[in-house]
């Protein structure tokens, strides 16, 4: 879109290969930093767009103390740098603010149902932490800003082990492996494809200003299906024989999960456009090129 392009990550959950082919490239810049210590950009700079955290349940699990400091203290480092530049700043925040949802779909008026100590709760908080600070700088400051609440993205680059339910079926049934399904499989996810997840985000970043453009935006697929039937649905995409084997279901494990867009259309104009089977199409594909041939 010919901006340039500054990004900051500490690589604890990324990797470089990532971003190996934007590398070099005359409009970006890479720098390996923690979001949550002082950061010094030089020059003029018009959006902030704060994506930092473990994002995966293994990643915040792994890492509690450091998934509330960047909610915490990487937001507050990164709204500075946008109210230094005057800049238009972006949280990407997340479904799991609802919590254990009371409402389906989830619309951006309900609270949520979070156990704020549980193990989920250092995401979640973490989270509405960030949401609320983010307001606080819109509302003392006057900083144009902007929340989009991110519902399960899957699609190419994912982590083959982040454990992340398609990169796990994905995973498990082009290694003949059996499928884990938590619970009995009939809890609920809506997955939205990463293409339709950026178009939307980008829309939102770039929108004119309004009177609630500042407030959260769900920015996800609606199409819900429960988890036995993405299960399946991958086997069937990946012609795999592996077994569907049940394991407990985790503490505070959402039982459902569907975000209402309405919001979102009527701001943005936008509406996700690819169907969860050219999703876990082109998904199983990068798979297939970056994981060993199964000799099962």
Not at 11 to 21: C, E, P, R, S, Y
Not at 85 to 109: C, K
Not at 113 to 142: C, Q, W
Not at 240 to 250: D, K, M, T, Y
Request: net charge neutral.
């Amino acid at each position: 879109m010919g901006h340039e392009v500054v990004s900051l990550d500490n690589l604890l959950t990324g990797t470089i290969d990532n971003i190996a082919h934007l590398l070099g490239h005359e409009r970006f810049r890479f720098y390996k930093h923690d979001v949550t210590e002082y950061i010094f950009i030089g020059g003029k700079i018009d959006a902030v767009m704060h994506f930092a955290s473990p994002a995966s349940p293994r990643d915040y699990l792994d890492h509690p103390i450091k998934t509330l400091k960047v909610g915490a203290l990487g937001t507050h480092k990164t709204l500075g740098v946008a109210k230094d530049n005057d800049a238009r700043f972006l949280l990407a925040s997340t479904s799991e603010t609802y919590g254990d949802p009371l409402v389906n779909p989830q619309p951006e008026s309900y609270w949520g149902n979070v156990n704020p100590i549980g193990l989920r709760g250092v995401y979640d908080e973490a989270k509405s932490f960030g949401e609320a600070l983010t307001m606080a700088y819109h509302r003392s400051h006057g900083l144009d800003t902007r929340i989009v609440r991110i519902f399960n993205t899957y699609g190419p680059r994912m982590r083959p082990h982040d454990g992340r339910v398609v990169s796990n079926f994905i995973v498990q049934a082009l290694q003949g492996k059996p499928l884990t399904v938590y619970g009995r499989g009939d809890q609920t996810r809506s997955f939205c494809y990463v293409e339709d997840e950026v178009q939307g985000i980008m829309k939102l970043l770039l929108a004119s200003d309004t009177s609630e453009i500042h407030e959260p935006v769900n920015i996800g697929n609606p199409y819900e299906l429960t988890v036995m039937e993405i299960a399946r649905k991958v086997l069937d995409l990946t012609a795999s024989r592996s077994p569907i084997v049940l394991e407990p279901l985790p503490e505070d494990d959402p039982k459902v999960r569907r975000p209402d867009i309405a919001r979102a259309q009527k701001l943005l104009g936008w509406t996700p456009q690819i169907s969860l089977e050219e999703g876990l199409r082109r998904t199983i594909e990068y798979f297939r090129t970056r994981l060993p041939p199964n000799r099962a």
